[in-house]
Every structure is written in structure tokens, then in C-alpha cells.
């Protein structure tokens, strides 16, 4: 291939029009970028060139099939084959409205289905019980802010990254709201539980004899000031959650399906749901009610008599 325009700098271009454009999360087109990175690595091993010598017009939809193909035979997941593929097509698109590209060969390429996954979730008596106050030291900052941390996860149903993110005066008591900033910065409101807000009381109080301060610019932070981070929220809920979850799956995102789940079984309105969680379309919503409708046919084949085997 020819080189007619430098693959380097449209990849950057890209990812600068995700950013600043789209407001994609500094995550996410962290992401975008590692995949651009493998695909004209792929694309340059295949023809034996460097990838700042890619003709990226030249490239065919047999060029990215093959790169597929790979893949799959590396023992990449179908799912993450797919999200690949959808971030090349993205990527495409983005050269044919800004720089003038004719073709997007990535939409030429047809892959396989891949089976919806319903997310992982936590049965409510088990999170109710891993988010008891019992045995929490209400004298240890730490203490208090972990046990704050998780609580505010499932009780607010609130992306790790926002929670990280959210802001001293975001969490107002006096109107007993959160303002959350979600993803591609849209933000929503939620109401604050009175359990929560005593909560939020106490941490402050506590961060504020920890820290030296009355408020901090990010909410949760470490005990010398600094915001916490996704790593350090992780391992929190790992540690909250453990002792008591039989689920493989405990992460703050869990949180995020239970708060869901337990909400819808325990009738609230499925557009309600989808504002509080931030869901733009009610679709991505409607996956809790599959997650229900399951529990709800494992209850009826374990008590129902004429659903038991012999």
C-alpha cells in the first residue's frame, strides 16, 4: 500500500473528535484508540509495511474480514470481536464526512450474532445484608467513607465513574438530591433516601476532622485529600461484597444491576428506572425486566408443585 494520508494522524483526529465532540469518556476513547492501534498493526503486518505507510483508502472489506477472522482464532470473544469491528466502522464514518474517504469497507463486513448477556446482579438479601451498618467503626474515616461508597452505589444505582466523579456541592441535602453527571456529560437528578443522607452527615463530618477541611472539591476522597479512584472503589466493593455474596460478579457495576433489578421487582416504574440509571433509551432498560421474568420462572420451578421433577 501507498501511503495517501497518515493513518497516525487520522486515528488522533478521531479519537480529538470523540473527546471534544461527542464528550466520550476519557475511558472509553482510551479504548477507541488501543483498537485503531491493533487494527493498522494488523493491517501493516499483513503487508509487510509499517503502519505509518497504510493507504487507509486502500483498505477492503476482505482487509478487515481477515483481521476478524484473526482474532477469532486468537480466542477473542465474539463480543469483543464485534465491539472492534463497531469502533473501525466508527471510524470510517468519521473519515468519510470529515476527510473526504468514498468507502467505508467495515460496513461491508457482516458478523456473527452474538447472544444477549443479562447482567450480573446480586440477590437483594444478600446486598442488604453486605450493606448492613453493623460492625462499620463510625470513629474510622475509611471505614465510614467504604461503607458510604458502596451504599451510595446500589441505593442510587450510580456508574463507578460518576460516583468517582461526583463533586462536594453535586450532593445537596438540603434539597435531598444528587446531581450526577453521566456519560457525554448528561446529567440527571436522584433523590437521596433519608438512610443516605444521615450517612452523607456523618462522613462529612468525619472528612472534615480527616482531612483538615469543610468540603473537598471531589466527594469521596483518601484521608490526605486526594479523590479516590476507580482501583481503590473496586477493591471496596470487593471487600464489602465478599463475605457475603454468592455471585461471581462483584463490582461496582453489579451494584448498578441490583439497583436496577431490585427496583423493577419491586414495582417501580420501568421509565423511572431508565432516568435514575440514565438510560437514554428505554430498551436498554427493558434487559432488568428479562433478569426479573428469570427469577421469576427459577421461584415458580422450585415452589410450585406441579413445576417440581420427580
Request: with cysteine; charged share 25%; net charge positive.
Amino acid at each position: 500500500m501507498t501511503a495517501v494520508k497518515d493513518p497516525k494522524t487520522l486515528a488522533d483526529r478521531f479519537i480529538a473528535y470523540l473527546t471534544q465532540e461527542l464528550n466520550y469518556s476519557p475511558r472509553t476513547t482510551v479504548s477507541y484508540r488501543r483498537v485503531l492501534r491493533e487494527f493498522l498493526q494488523a493491517l501493516a503486518s499483513d503487508a509487510h509495511i509499517t503502519p505509518d505507510d497504510i493507504d487507509l483508502g486502500a483498505v477492503t472489506a476482505a482487509d478487515i474480514r481477515a483481521w476478524a477472522v484473526a482474532m477469532a482464532e486468537r480466542g477473542i470473544t465474539a463480543r469483543t470481536v464485534r465491539w472492534k469491528m463497531s469502533a473501525v466502522r466508527s471510524f470510517y464514518v468519521y473519515l468519510c464526512r470529515h476527510h473526504g474517504f468514498t468507502a467505508n469497507p467495515a460496513s461491508d463486513v457482516a458478523l456473527a450474532p452474538v447472544p444477549k448477556r443479562l447482567p450480573g446482579f446480586i440477590i437483594q438479601s444478600e446486598t442488604l445484608e453486605a450493606l448492613s451498618d453493623d460492625g462499620v467503626n463510625t470513629a474510622s474515616f475509611t471505614d465510614v467513607r467504604n461503607h458510604l461508597a458502596v451504599t451510595m452505589l446500589y441505593e442510587t444505582g450510580m456508574r463507578a465513574s460518576e460516583l468517582i466523579s461526583l463533586t462536594d456541592s453535586d450532593v445537596d441535602l438540603s434539597r435531598g438530591e444528587l446531581r450526577v453527571v453521566g456519560k457525554r456529560n448528561k446529567e440527571r437528578i436522584i433523590p437521596l433516601g433519608d438512610h443516605l443522607a444521615r450517612a452523607i452527615r456523618d462522613y462529612r463530618l468525619l472528612r472534615s476532622k480527616t482531612v483538615g477541611v469543610s468540603a473537598t472539591d471531589t466527594f469521596f476522597v483518601r484521608p490526605d485529600g486526594r479523590p479516590m479512584y476507580y482501583g481503590l472503589l473496586n477493591r471496596i466493593v470487593h471487600a464489602a461484597l465478599d463475605p457475603h455474596v454468592s455471585s461471581p460478579r462483584r463490582t461496582p457495576h453489579a451494584l448498578r444491576h441490583s439497583f436496577a433489578t431490585d427496583m423493577l421487582n419491586n414495582g417501580a416504574d420501568i421509565n423511572a428506572v431508565r432516568q435514575l440509571l440514565g438510560h437514554a433509551s428505554l430498551a436498554t432498560t427493558q434487559i432488568y425486566t428479562h433478569i426479573t421474568y428469570r427469577e421469576l420462572q427459577n421461584n415458580y420451578k422450585l415452589a410450585h408443585p406441579r413445576a417440581l421433577k420427580d
